[in-house]
């Protein structure tokens, strides 16, 4: 945790009021009207309500909305309205003064931002969820009527991000959890891709530092050769920009740890195999629209000059067809003097703006009609609909929301020819519910060049889709197998649920007409024995079935007992239901079903919590979902019984619990230790004779490794193998694949997940 040395309280003042003038000064240097009398009345009435308040970090509060509104003006661009929320975001929440204060003293439309902002004291998830997943909806819900609040809350994260090192650790985990989960995303589907690039590499410092300082310093020391590269090869393009009359900037683009870190692990590659770590972007003034994308197109064949090698399947044209986040440029990659490709953006500066702010930058050509001022109209609407119906559940609302936040987008058109933007793997089902949700919840399949698809069938772009109906469809259960896009499994999920309570409501009426049938009273005796036959936890699920027909109510029931007394016999024909109330909850918030037998000490969370791999007696528990062993870097989870159950902090399940479960994480740290643990090792390389006793010696020879098990499998010329070893960490496999890597042929050696 860095520690706040503090000045006196002269010096501190001062130490504000220069903050305050930063501030102000980026704001008279923008082009927005200078209301420099509503900001100075803000900043002031936000100083006094913050008062003696103080961060976790012993700075003054006041410093940090100072601080987000500095990035809502240097790095949004947004105007004085926005400034003024900023330094006013907390004042609501944290000091005396109500949405009343704000309203009377900076007007409506300013106390309506600062009200879309302030966090709310509940939600709908339950104690037991973290309060981010309420919190989000109601951000997205003010975001619907004014987007200024979702890009000041934007700012707000980044400066906690940036700060992050006064948290306890397993708050450190939370919020970056949280960031990388919702936010990041978030900003990449607003176009932010300056701030979604420092979001994912904050969280990965403070997920992965020692991964982080590595790759840092790999693209440290790789940055001299690097620079002189590019110079050779944008040396003629600028040479043809500078005849053809151009006035231009080139920058080159490093690629963020976190980028450079996920290419490693998804493609299980070293550092020095990936190609694209570094990038060129031209951008140049352009005064007439209507020359755009012809210049664009120009400072393209610079770079196709010369006989060089442009890779054929890396072109992106996304100036005439932008993204949905309103990203306009064009993209080709090219091979570099030392035979690497290099990756080239081509912008105008207007589309550099809008690529670095993305909607924040639109602001700025408002008046502009543009295309992809619609596209984001229509993101909008789906958040509507998601938030019209939330899921009741806190990781589903959040994984339903994220859906479509970070997804690729594909283009197709209806048989009118209106162009539709979906998410890369969107099916017939995601477009019938993108055109409207009753045409979604009537398909019943869909037509592609006149041949026939099924709903499940996966989009291309450039698809032109008929919808099929039917009057008689309903939305079936399987549906959400395939859905693919936010706003179709929202509707869908939305319409089962309200159905699932019409067959609550008619089984039971079957249920009670049956007793009555049989003159017998409803009692909870009754209602219990029914359950526990049919292993059932929940009445609904029981009326629910009754009305499906999954359990039928028959005369059989029933039989005497005594003489005017009917007891339920429990002969009532089911489908057997295996999972009990408690390990139903346990699935939904990521526990597992341990048991204890005696009530544990609760952990202490504020704390980091020691983890003791001891063969017999470990102090800790391990999900299905991943396989952390010593040297990962994992976070606990604190379940009902005061068990730590262990995730690696990348694992999809533990990316869920840090964004809803936030208040249960505790930090850990792992002890030295002997033991052994299984570890699935994935070799491959070029197949030829004795390779395989090669690969055997040295893991048993040379690095004394115990191997437990191996399957090898050959395909034409290519092996691939897969070892079971026993480990003593991360350390040990690291060494087990770098030797394995020295075998002449091995291409590869990597740790299975």
């Known amino acids: 945790m860095v520690k706040y040395q503090r000045p006196t309280p002269e010096e501190e003042d001062r130490l504000i009021e220069e903050a305050y003038r930063d501030v102000l000064n980026c704001y008279l240097a923008s082009h927005h009207r200078k209301k420099v009398e509503i900001i100075e009345r803000a900043f002031r009435f936000a100083k006094e309500a913050h008062k003696g308040a103080r961060r976790r970090s012993g700075e003054p509060y006041i410093l940090h909305p100072i601080a987000v509104a500095k990035i809502v003006i240097s790095e949004l661009g ?64 003010s975001m619907s009527t004014d987007i200024r609040v979702i890009l000041i809350k934007m700012a707000d994260r980044l400066h906690n991000m940036r700060t992050l090192e006064s948290m306890r650790p397993e708050k450190q985990f939370k919020i970056a959890g949280e960031t990388l989960y919702v936010y990041a995303p978030l900003a990449h589907r607003l176009g932010l891709f300056k701030m979604k690039s420092e979001f994912e590499d904050l ?45 231009y900037d080139i920058k080159t683009r490093v690629k963020s740890a976190y980028s450079i870190w996920r290419k490693m692990e998804q493609k299980q590659v070293h550092f020095e195999d990936i190609y694209d770590i570094y990038a060129v972007r031209v951008v140049f003034e352009n005064d007439d629209d209507a020359l755009e994308a012809i210049k664009c197109w120009q400072i393209y064949t610079f770079f196709t000059e010369g006989h060089r090698r442009v890779h054929p399947d890396r072109l992106r044209d996304w100036i005439s067809t ?153 939305a079936q259960e399987e549906w ?19 159905e699932r309570t019409r067959q609550i409501r008619a089984g039971k009426q079957q249920y009670l007409a049956f007793l009555e049938s049989k003159g017998v ?100 528990l391990l999900d299905t979902c991943c396989s952390p062993i010593p040297g990962d870097d994992v976070l606990g989870f604190v379940d009902d019984d005061e068990n730590v159950v262990l995730h690696r902090v990348d694992c999809p399940k533990a990316m869920r619990l840090k964004t809803a479960f936030g208040p249960r994480l505790v930090a850990t740290s792992w002890e030295r230790t002997a033991q052994l643990f299984p570890v699935t090792i994935l070799v491959e390389g070029i197949d030829r004779h004795g390779i395989l006793g090669e690969i055997v010696t040295a893991l048993s020879a040379t690095l004394n490794a115990n191997i437990r098990g191996m399957n090898i499998a050959t395909q034409g010329e290519v092996f691939s193998c897969e070892l079971s070893v026993q480990t003593d960490g991360t350390d040990m496999v690291e060494r087990i694949c770098g030797e394995l890597l020295k075998i002449k042929d091995v291409k590869s050696a990597t740790r299975k997940s």
């Open 78 to 141: 947004l105007g004085s309205t926005s400034i003024c929320a900023a330094l006013l975001h907390d004042v609501v929440e944290d000091t005396e003064y109500t949405r009343d204060d704000i309203a009377a003293n900076f007007g409506e439309k300013i106390a309506s931002i600062v009200e879309g902002l302030t966090k709310i004291s509940g939600g709908i998830f339950g104690d037991k969820a973290s309060l981010q997943a309420e919190n989000f909806r109601k951000l997205l819900l």
């Open 480 to 498: 959400l197998g395939f859905a693919h896009s936010a706003k179709a499994k929202s509707c869908i999920a939305t319409y089962l649920r309200k």
């Open 521 to 620: 009273s409803p009692s909870r005796e009754i209602l219990n024995r029914v359950l526990d036959h049919n292993r059932l936890t929940r009445e609904e699920d029981l009326f629910a079935a009754i009305a499906s027909g999954k359990i039928v109510l028959s005369d059989d029931a029933f039989r005497q007992v005594g003489s005017n007394r009917l007891s339920l016999f429990g002969k009532l024909l089911r489908k057997p239901f295996s999972s009990s109330k408690k390990k139903q909850q346990q699935a939904q918030s990521g526990e597992t079903a341990a048991a204890t037998t005696e009530k544990k000490p609760p952990i202490d969370r504020t704390k980091v919590y020691m983890l003791r791999p001891d063969a017999d007696n470990p102090n800790y």
């Open 203 to 247: 969280a990965f410092k403070f997920e992965h530092p020692a991964k982080y300082e590595e790759i840092k310093a790999l693209v440290d020391q790789s940055s001299g050769h690097r620079e002189q590269i590019v110079r050779e090869f944008v040396e003629p393009v600028r040479k043809r920009l500078d005849e053809a009359g151009f006035v």
């Open 322 to 474: 932008p993204k949905a986040n309103g990203y306009r440029a064009l993209h080709l990659t090219v091979m570099g003097p030392d035979g690497k490709w290099i990756e080239v953006q081509i912008r105008s500066r207007k589309m550099d703006e809008i690529a670095e702010l993305g909607y924040a930058a639109h602001w700025k050509y408002k008046n502009v009609d543009y295309e992809e001022d619609s596209e984001l109209e229509t993101w909008m609407n789906t958040i509507k609909d998601i938030l019209a119906n939330p899921e009741p559940n806190a990781i589903d609302f959040l994984d339903t929301i994220k859906l479509n936040l970070f997804a690729s987008e594909i283009y197709v058109f209806t048989p009118r020819g209106d162009l539709l933007t979906l998410p890369a793997g969107s099916t017939v089902l995601d477009m019938a519910f993108a055109v409207h949700t009753q045409l979604g919840l009537k398909c019943i399949a869909g037509k592609i060049n006149h041949k026939l698809v099924p709903l499940s069938h996966t989009l291309d772009s450039g698809d032109q889709v008929e919808i099929i109906t039917s009057e008689r469809q309903k």
